[in-house]
């Protein structure tokens, strides 16, 4: 049972111009969210986070927007650049779990000159 | 500092054998997870271990088990290998355990191929 789910297996975006990922959830007792991007051959690697006491979390050019009454999520990268090129994959935990995270499937984005 | 190390990185085995493999998490970091991640599933959790106990476990059979030393190194262990086991294994490591926002810092995995 997928509690996490990414839609869009793949986004294409040319360089300079902004990516916006989607993430939804349905267990309303996750309060804790992430998102990790994955390149070839490596593990995956922390992002950005944001509790579910805010509804946006900023870090350089990765902005990560919650919307808690949609269960839903999204990253923005502006301006998205070709090394951001990976598969990224939203998260969620929630107290009773622990460290144990709950991945999406992943969005592949390909950022282009 | 050198980030989480798996060992081995690939791994052929045929069903009905066991495997192990091996995680050294990051100096100092004191809890481990391990995660499978396959085509259809994703990535999904099977455990966390901190100061070699067993916190936390996923939905994954008994022949998914794991053990944690006293210098944190993890090992995961599965028998009587599937051929649906075949998988990315994932370990993931962390200072302290009972924050859980402590990032979670990604070994490359062990890629397991069962036949």
């Known amino acids: 049972d997928q509690q996490v789910k990414q839609n869009s297996p793949s986004l294409s975006v040319q360089e300079g111009r902004i990516s916006i990922l989607n993430c939804d959830y349905t267990n309303s007792m996750f309060d804790y969210f992430l998102w990790y991007k994955k390149y070839p051959a490596e593990g995956p690697t922390f992002l950005i986070s944001?509790?579910?006491?805010?509804d946006k979390n900023e870090d350089g050019r990765f902005t990560v927007f919650l919307n808690k009454s949609a269960k839903h999520l999204s990253l923005h990268i502006v301006p998205s650049q070709p090394g951001d090129s990976a598969v990224y994959f939203c998260?969620?935990?929630?107290?009773?779990?622990?460290?144990?995270?709950?991945f999406g499937k992943g969005t592949s984005l390909l950022v282009t000159p | 500092k050198a980030g989480v190390t798996q060992t081995p990185r690939y791994l052929i085995k045929t069903r009905g054998q066991q495997v192990t493999l091996s995680c050294s998490p990051i100096?100092?970091?004191?809890?481990v997870s391990w995660y499978q991640q396959t085509p259809g599933q994703g990535l999904q959790f099977l455990f966390e271990y901190f100061s070699e106990t067993q916190r936390n476990k996923g939905n994954f059979p008994g022949r998914f088990s794991g053990r944690q030393f006293s210098n944190s190194r993890s090992e995961m262990n599965v028998s009587t290998l599937e051929l649906g086991d075949s998988a990315l294994y994932l370990c993931?490591?962390?200072?302290?355990?009972?924050?859980?926002?402590?990032?979670?810092?990604f070994g490359p995995g062990t890629r397991l191929t069962v036949l």
């Open positions: 944001i509790s579910s006491i805010k």
């Open positions: 998260a969620a935990s929630n107290s009773n779990s622990g460290y144990a995270l709950n």
């Open positions: 100096s100092g970091h004191r809890s």
């Open positions: 993931a490591s962390s200072l302290t355990s009972g924050s859980r926002t402590d990032t979670q810092y």
